[in-house]
């Protein structure tokens, strides 16, 4: 399983239509990394001149409100991204679950709940296999990639993921 975190702020701005009026929104608006993760490099891997990349990710959906407007975006500006959805969140809207694959994106697992301490491990087994479940019986994709909450990594979660 791969382990993704967040390591570094993002560095573009949307522009975002209100009103038939474009607005730039800073990044910095919409985007919190913790403190020890910026500028920290979690895994380095080396790509040819031909094959730059920006991985554009999207945490704690599918929302119901917000989650149908991103996709309407990237769909419009032709980009993929990958989203970590939250179990919890995925049970409540699982057509939007089933649209984020449908578009072409990718789905990651971030947890049932989004739960910030230390876990017992059958606490954190249930945490990521359930979800890993419910997005396999939502979307029939079996994602290898996960990201813990708050890109905490000393919780138990990555461990186990890790094992996984």
Do not use: C
């Not at 239509?17 to 020890?36: I, K, Y």
């Not at 380095?44 to 929302?63: E, K, M, R, Y």
């Not at 694959?101 to 910030?116: A, K, M, Q, V």
């Amino acid at each position: 399983m791969a382990i993704v975190a967040a390591v570094g702020v993002l560095l573009i701005n949307l522009v975002m239509p209100v009103n038939g009026v474009t607005q730039a929104v800073r990044s910095q608006d919409l985007v919190v990394v913790p403190d020890r993760f910026r500028g920290e490099i979690v895994r380095q891997v080396p790509l040819s001149n031909a094959n730059q990349a920006i991985a554009l990710t999207f945490d704690d959906g599918p929302s119901e409100d917000i989650t149908p407007q991103v996709l309407s975006i990237l769909k419009d500006k032709q980009i993929q991204a990958t989203f970590f959805v939250l179990g919890q969140n995925l049970k409540k809207y699982p057509e939007i679950g089933q649209q984020i694959l449908t578009d072409g994106h990718t789905l990651g697992n971030h947890t049932w709940h989004h739960w910030h301490l230390r876990m017992r491990e059958f606490i954190i087994a249930r945490e990521i296999e359930s979800t890993a479940k419910l997005i396999y019986q939502v979307t029939g994709v079996r994602t290898n990639l996960f990201r813990p909450p708050y890109g905490h990594r000393y919780n138990g979660l990555v461990d186990y993921a890790r094992k996984r």
